[in-house]
Structure formats: structure tokens, C-alpha cells
């Protein structure tokens, strides 16, 4: 599948609008922005795509038994038009929203988000999102149908300025602005794998072109631990050595000899701890390269 301008979510969101002094001006919806908001789910069965596959199994850990979502209705899960008191916009209509989210899991989103801020000083404005429920019927394929997954597509700062995690935006950009984009997309990803072992980004496959998907569906409610199985997490670790530390390497999502030896020198030069599979250390390396992916100079 090739990049795609939007996905084609089934989740649901309120069409709640707050004042528009902070609103982005709307833009025509298209068919599969009117999925995202749950308009003509009739069409499902015409071939278009849903939301809940691309955590259907978990996207790491193969061979490993894992937790299975269970699917929630809407109506018991509580309702947010902001996290870490930042407004949420939909990225499909650019229009402030509430969405459905578990508490616990929105709790977690807090708290990254609390970290985000400190360790990079970015003056956060806005968290632009694809979507966090959607109705799984009797399928429950996805965290997203337990209410325990956010679909994060950008950052809005004060200034204006994005940290985009657009993917399919951004990278044929050239000199600086894609500097800039890579660098604060992994911070971003960085900071998101100290809370969630399950991140997604556009290493993983096309669908993740144009948003970071977190769910909490092998963390729990606790921090996030390193697996050299996991080929989410391994091409995390390629990604922040190529696009933050200077050391490339190929993304093969194997824990590969020329990723370890990398990995080595980055953290003999951080004095964190030489082995990721200890969670101080794997918490280490990924705060230090937040704060590396967020530093200008």
C-alpha cells in the first residue's frame, strides 16, 4: 500500500467544536473523512479499509502468546476534548473533537505527554489525533476497540509550528525542514517507547505513513521494556541511531550485529548502562535522544 492523505477510520468522534478562535479552519470532507466520523459505515463491506487491523495481533514478539483486546461499547468509556490540557483536533476535519478513551490508558497519555514537554521544552498548543475508539462489533481485532490505542498524526505548537509525524507530508522535503522533521519525529517516538511498547511508525508498514500509533496492549499500565524480538521496538532503536545519533544503520527490525554494535557505542558515550533489556537503561537511552531530537543546534 502506498502513502495515503488519510486513513480510513471507523471510530467515532462528537463533531463538538470549541471556540474558534483556537480552530483551524474546516475543509471539505471527503468520503473517508466521513468515515472517520462514522458517516456511511454502511460501505463497509465495499473493500475500504478500517481502522482496527494494525494491531490486530501485536506487531511484535512473534510466537509469544499475547493479550487480546476485548471490544468496549462508547457509551461506557469517559469522553475527552483534551489531554495534559492540551484541545484535541481531529486531523481529518482540523476541528477540536471529543473522543472516547479508557481512563487508565488516558491517564498514561498524560503522562507522556508531561514528559514530552520537560525533557524537550516544547511550548505544546494542540495534540492532533486520526482517532481513538472505534466499534470492533464481535471482532475485537484492535486496542483501538478497548478504547487503549491514540492515532497521533501532530503536535501543534504555540508558534504555530507542527512536529509532524506526516510521514507522507514530509518526506520528499529537502535540507533543513527535513532535518527538522526527522529529528523531532523521533524524539517524538522516542519519548512514546518509554511509555507504550507498542508504537508504530512509519517503519513499520505504509499505514503508519501518516500517524504514530501507541497502544498499551503488552505494557499494561506500566512503563514500557525493551525486547531484541520485538521488530517494532528494534526499528525504533535503528531509527534514533540513524536520525538522531549519527551512527546509521538499516532498518531491518532484526537486533542485528551492526544495530548492536551501534547501540553500544551511543550508550558507552550516555554511561546509562550497556544493555537496553534493563528498563533504566532502555529509559536512559530513549530520554536522552527526546532530548537530542528536540535540540536545535
Known amino acids: 500500500m502506498g502513502a495515503v492523505s488519510q486513513p480510513t477510520y ?3 468522534v462528537s463533531g463538538h467544536d470549541d471556540a474558534a478562535g483556537d480552530r483551524p479552519a474546516a475543509r471539505p470532507l471527503s468520503r473517508r473523512g466521513l468515515l472517520g466520523l462514522g458517516v456511511g459505515l454502511a460501505a463497509a463491506g465495499t473493500g475500504l479499509a478500517g481502522c482496527a487491523a494494525d494491531d490486530a495481533t501485536g506487531p511484535d514478539l512473534p510466537g509469544l502468546r499475547r493479550a487480546q483486546p476485548t ?6 468509556l469517559p469522553r475527552y476534548d483534551r489531554l495534559a490540557d492540551l484541545p484535541l483536533v481531529y486531523e481529518v476535519n482540523r476541528r477540536r473533537s471529543e473522543f472516547s478513551v479508557d481512563g487508565g490508558f488516558a491517564g498514561q497519555l498524560e503522562a507522556w505527554l508531561t514528559d ?8 505544546l498548543r494542540q495534540l492532533w ?3 481513538t475508539w472505534t466499534d470492533g462489533g464481535t471482532a475485537c481485532s ?3 476497540d478497548a478504547g487503549r490505542a491514540f492515532d497521533l498524526a501532530r503536535l501543534r505548537l504555540e508558534d504555530g509550528t507542527d512536529v509532524s509525524c506526516r510521514y507522507d507530508l514530509w518526506r ?15 524524539a517524538v517516538a522516542a519519548s ?31 512503563r514500557s521494556t525493551f525486547s531484541s524480538r520485538s521488530p517494532a521496538q528494534v526499528q525504533a532503536v535503528q531509527g534514533v541511531l540513524t536520525h538522531l545519533w549519527d551512527r546509521p544503520v538499516e532498518v531491518t527490525g532484526r537486533w542485528d550485529a551492526p544495530t548492536r554494535e551501534a547501540t553500544r557505542t551511543v550508550l558507552s558515550g550516555l554511561e546509562v548502562g550497556d544493555d537496553l533489556t534493563d528498563q533504566a537503561t532502555w529509559a536512559g537511552f530513549l530520554t536522552a535522544s527526546t532530548r537530542r531530537g528536540a535540540d536545535r543546534d
Do not use: K, M
Open 172 to 186: 520528499d522535503a529537502s535540507g533543513r525542514g527535513l532535518t527538522w522533521a526527522r529529528r523531532t519525529y523521533w
Open 192 to 222: 512514546a517507547h518509554q511509555h507504550f511498547a507498542y508504537v508504530l511508525t512509519y517503519l513499520y508498514d505504509a499505514q503508519h505513513h501518516n500517524h504514530i500509533h501507541l497502544d498499551n496492549g503488552r505494557s499494561g499500565a506500566g
Open 116 to 123: 514530552l514537554r520537560e525533557l524537550t521544552g516544547w511550548p
Open 129 to 131: 489525533t486520526y482517532g
Open 10 to 12: 471507523c471510530g467515532e
Open 71 to 76: 471490544c468496549v461499547r462508547r457509551s461506557s
Open 142 to 144: 484492535s486496542w483501538h
